[in-house]
């Protein structure tokens, strides 16, 4: 079933939200504060395992989703794609990990992990999950999956029409927009552009007209499936489809490039996003404990310490040095480190 007109300005404004600096910004904070919780489990471990051992990982991850937030910021799309420049990929694989490691203990698969085995388990666990239903919300329709083979994640079906209900909508929803020239990309053929695509029924190029530099069709072409974020240099994907495993090969037509961030400013628009994960009960617990002064704190190698303590480096974290505040931090076995201030 196609999404009717009001749901396709829901589904338009709903997919510049997920994909925007704000919302991946937000989750960045839920990362830190996981981050945060590993490293009070690695400072109070008592045997080695569990996030204490993953806390370097832990910290190796938010450094990617901190780069990702940096570079969306000055408009680089290519955070969301999965290659070489996939931070977000990178920053995904701990977050997925533990997600499994929680189920695989409902199911008493391994060790059941609490304050007594664990001590700062509760912590840990709470923003881990916060941070999940964050990323969840997000990610799936906006990341580039690993196999390219696939159709859309984005489908208007009643599980997508049962969440649009629950969002939070400006009213009047903007419309979507109609270009006047046309950009058509066939599924498995390269997309221009990051942004906002719609399946349309366009007739295929005729066989003359291969030789005339690829004309494309012209005029008004029907709407055959729902939009969806798609990725600059990558191929189109197939069109998510009813009974279709791999869904449906298709053209897409751009409605939106996206090119927000490369001026430099943020769109006042993104001032009235509404985000739904994890519960506002939640978020105002996590918010709280974001506001405390005990965030990590780091600096790179050959910038001044902001604070005096004892400094552990990302990647070795048995190694670690005593500095006052404005002493130089060093290299770390003859190379760049990212150092984090240890709490007593």
């Known amino acids: 079933m196609l999404p009717t007109e009001h749901e396709r300005k829901q589904i338009f404004y709903w997919l510049k939200q997920i994909s925007s600096y704000t919302a991946w910004n937000r989750i960045f904070g839920f990362y830190q504060a996981w981050a945060q919780a ?3 489990c690695a400072r109070r471990a ?7 051992a993953d806390y370097k990982l832990i910290l190796n991850g938010l450094a990617h989703c901190e780069e990702a937030v940096l570079r969306l910021k000055k408009g680089d799309k290519r955070i969301f794609k999965f290659d070489a420049n996939g931070e977000l990929a990178m920053a995904d694989r701990l ?4 997600e499994k490691m929680l189920f695989r203990m409902e199911d008493g698969e391994t060790l059941q992990r609490d304050e007594g085995n664990t001590p700062g388990w509760t912590q840990f666990h709470q923003a881990l999950v916060k941070l999940c239903a964050a990323w969840g919300e997000c990610a799936p329709d906006i990341l580039e999956p690993r196999y390219l083979d696939t159709e859309t994640y984005t489908f208007c079906n009643d599980y997508l029409r049962a969440k649009l209900n629950q969002m939070v909508f400006p009213s009047p929803l903007p419309d979507v927009p109609d270009p006047k020239e046309d950009v058509l990309v066939s599924s498995g053929k390269m997309t ?6 719609e399946p349309v029924d366009a007739p295929k190029p005729k066989l003359f007209s291969l030789f005339r530099n690829n004309e494309q069709p012209k005029g008004s072409f ?10 600059g240099g990558s191929n189109a994907p197939n069109m998510a489809a009813y009974a279709e495993e791999r869904g449906l090969p298709t053209t897409w037509r751009l409605l939106w490039r996206d090119t927000r961030y490369e ?3 943020i769109p006042d628009e993104e001032r009235d996003y509404v985000f739904l994960k994890p519960e506002s009960a939640q978020e105002e617990a996590s918010a709280t404990v974001s506001a405390t ?5 780091w600096a790179e190698s050959g910038q001044p310490a902001p604070q005096t303590g004892r400094w552990l480096a990302e990647h070795d974290l ?3 040095i005593t500095l006052q505040a404005g002493d130089i931090l060093p290299m770390h076995q003859g190379r760049k480190s990212r150092w984090t201030l240890a709490r007593a």
Not at 95 to 98: K, L, R, V
Not at 223 to 231: D, E, N, P, Q
Not at 293 to 297: F, Q, S
């Open 95 to 98: 977050p997925t990990y533990w």
């Open 263 to 265: 001026d430099g400013t």
């Open 192 to 197: 221009p552009y990051s942004g906002i695509w």
């Open 46 to 52: 008592t045997e080695p395992g569990g996030p204490a």
């Open 38 to 40: 590993a490293e009070d």
């Open 222 to 231: 029907p709407i055959v499936g729902t939009m969806s974020y798609l990725h």
């Open 318 to 320: 048995q190694a670690s």
């Open 293 to 297: 002064p005990d965030l990590l704190i």
